[in-house]
T-cell receptor, first 112, second 113 residues
């Protein structure tokens, strides 16, 4: 079945620098790739998602890129701020009759 | 406001007790899910439902059971709680198919003494 690997497990960056989290999926039929942010003690919340007919999507300081050939997608956060500190999860799905398969999460630490 | 609600938020209870964790959504979404998550760690799917009277077990073996008698309600029951059940339980709802986002509740933090 589908497998999603997420790296790194922990990422520490200086405030103002960029952060990149990468996920690799195994099933080439996957076509939906969301990213969730979970702050300490809170629910996971969708921050951005991308479908397989698009190579890149941006929303202010966050962007997601998708490389279907290599079967990986990445979350990019620019000009990081303290409020970006959280655990980030990627996921992949093959579509309407399939579940989301989750990555193991990345703890992002923003150093002041 | 349309949302997904979980109660209780926190529960500390003794071994052997029967527990029901409540999850309700006002979004009218067909699909609902239960995840088990240790704080900040991986999400493990334990049960899901694609509609009324539909329930399936997830990837993580669990001694819990679920029911889906109404679209908006998806309770999870532990017949006899054990310390190994100590964790956070997250409920989620999703409209349409797997290519749509899941929306999560605030979770229930369960501690079994």
């Amino acid at each position: 079945g589908e497998n999603v690997e997420q790296h790194p497990s922990t990422l520490s960056v200086q405030e103002g620098d960029s952060a990149v989290i990468k996920c690799t999926y195994s099933d080439s039929a996957s076509n939906y790739f969301p990213w969730y942010k979970q702050e300490l003690g809170k629910r996971p919340q969708l921050i951005i998602d991308i479908r397989s007919n698009v190579g890149e999507k941006k929303d202010q300081r966050i962007a997601v890129t998708l490389n279907k050939t290599a079967k990986h997608f990445s979350l990019h956060i620019t000009e990081t701020q303290p409020e970006d500190s959280a655990v980030y999860f990627c996921a992949a799905s093959k579509g309407i009759n399939y579940q989301l398969i989750w990555g193991a999460g990345t703890k992002l630490i923003i150093k002041p | 406001e349309a949302d997904i609600y979980q109660t209780p938020r926190y529960l500390v209870i003794g071994t052997g007790k029967k527990i029901t964790l409540e999850c309700s959504q006002t979004m009218g979404h067909d699909k609902m899910y239960w995840y088990q998550q240790d704080p900040g760690m991986e999400l493990h799917l334990i049960h899901y439902s694609y509609g009324v009277n539909s329930t399936e077990k997830g990837d993580l073996s669990s001694e819990s059971t679920v029911s889906r008698i109404r679209t908006e309600h998806f309770p999870l029951t532990l017949e006899s709680a054990r310390p190994s059940h100590t964790s956070q339980y997250l409920c989620a709802a999703q409209q349409g198919g797997g290519d749509q986002p899941q929306h999560f509740g605030d979770g229930t933090r369960l501690s079994i003494l």
